[in-house]
């Protein structure tokens, strides 16, 4: 059973960085892909960036550019680097592992973007 827990959120100034980890534990061997999602109040929790077992990455539109996700095997753990943050930013974040025919959610981290 894989558990994911969240850190690195908090509140930051527009145009400052931010970097979430996502630990992952248990049987992490079927991961296919682990993603960064988020969501707003009032809003669908959408997909921000994601990385596959092979290291190909993904972004949305609206964070191309300014985050980056990327893996340390060794740590069994992934991040987010949040780069040039803007108000729109502001979400609580989840980390979420998929599987063949599965998904696992960490429990999310509050990211505020105000000045």
């Known amino acids: 059973q894989v558990q994911l827990v969240e850190f690195g959120g908090g509140l930051v100034q527009p145009g400052e960085s931010l970097r979430l980890s996502c630990a992952a534990s248990?049987?992490?061997?079927?991961?296919?892909?682990m993603g960064w999602y988020r969501q707003a109040p009032g809003k669908q929790r959408e997909l921000v960036a994601s990385?596959?077992?092979?290291?190909?990455?993904g972004y949305s539109d609206s964070v191309k550019g300014r985050f980056t996700i990327s893996r340390d095997n060794a740590k069994n753990t992934v991040y987010l680097q949040m780069n040039s943050l803007k108000p729109d930013d502001t979400a609580v974040y989840y980390c979420?592992?998929?599987?063949?025919?599965?998904?696992?959610w960490g429990q999310g981290t509050q990211v505020t973007v105000s000045s």
């Open positions: 990385i596959s077992s092979g290291g190909s990455t």
């Open positions: 248990g049987s992490i061997f079927y991961i296919i892909t």
């Open positions: 979420n592992a998929r599987f063949v025919s599965s998904s696992v």
